[in-house]
Every structure is written in structure tokens, then in C-alpha cells.
Nanobody, 121 residues
């Protein structure tokens, strides 16, 4: 099993910044990919950003240029630096990781419980 602990959410004014963290622990041989999704009230969960073990990143159009996903391999932690926040960025942000628990195992996906981000106008 793998546990994910998210932190860094909160209330911020429009134009401000927040940095989310997600630390993975447990049965981890390697992390194939890590990412962030968000769910706004009344809407479906949507992709924010992902990062592979090779360093490839992918961003949703509406955060491109404002958000940056990064990873600390030694700490099995992924970060989401969010700048120039807008009220429409409000939502619950979920961390997700694809983990291989053994050298020969298939990657398995895990989700965190989410952290609330509220951007006031």
C-alpha cells in the first residue's frame, strides 16, 4: 500500500500564490508518474498537471504558465507551485501517483484525500 499526504492548501486572494505538497510513503520501488487534479464545486475532477519520472510535464491549458509541477525524488514528494491564482482555480486539489511496488510489478495508481484551495476575488 501507498499513502499520500497532501498539504499547502488554504485561502488566498486573487493574484496570490500557494505551493501544494504531496508526500508518498509505503511500498514504493519506483514512482512512474505523479500529478495533480482538481475538482471545483459541482464539476468533475479535471487534470491540472502531471510529471513523469523522466521529467516530462503536461499542464491543463488554463494553468499553463501560472502553475509549475516539480518533484523531489529523494523525498518521494511532488509539488505544485501555483502563481497568479484566480477565483476559478478554487477547488479541492488531489494528488495522484503511479507506483511500482516491486521491480517487476505493474504500476498502480493511488489518490490522496485532497486539499482545499480557495481563491477570493
Amino acid at each position: 500500500q501507498v499513502q499520500l499526504v497532501e498539504s499547502g492548501g488554504g485561502l488566498v486572494q486573487a493574484g496570490g500564490s500557494l505551493r501544494l505538497s504531496c508526500a508518498a510513503s509505503g511500498s514504493i520501488f519506483s514512482i512512474v508518474a505523479m500529478g495533480w487534479y482538481r475538482q471545483a464545486p459541482g464539476k468533475q475532477r479535471e487534470l491540472v498537471a502531471t510529471r513523469t519520472s523522466g521529467g516530462s510535464t503536461n499542464y491543463a491549458d488554463h494553468v499553463e504558465g501560472r502553475f509549475t509541477i516539480s518533484r523531489d525524488n529523494a523525498k518521494n514528494t511532488v509539488y505544485l507551485q501555483m502563481n497568479s491564482l484566480k477565483p476559478e482555480d478554487t477547488g479541492v486539489y488531489y494528488c495522484t501517483v503511479d507506483v511500482r511496488s516491486t521491480a517487476w510489478g505493474r504500476p498502480r495508481g493511488y489518490w490522496g484525500l485532497g486539499t482545499q484551495v480557495t481563491v477570493s476575488s
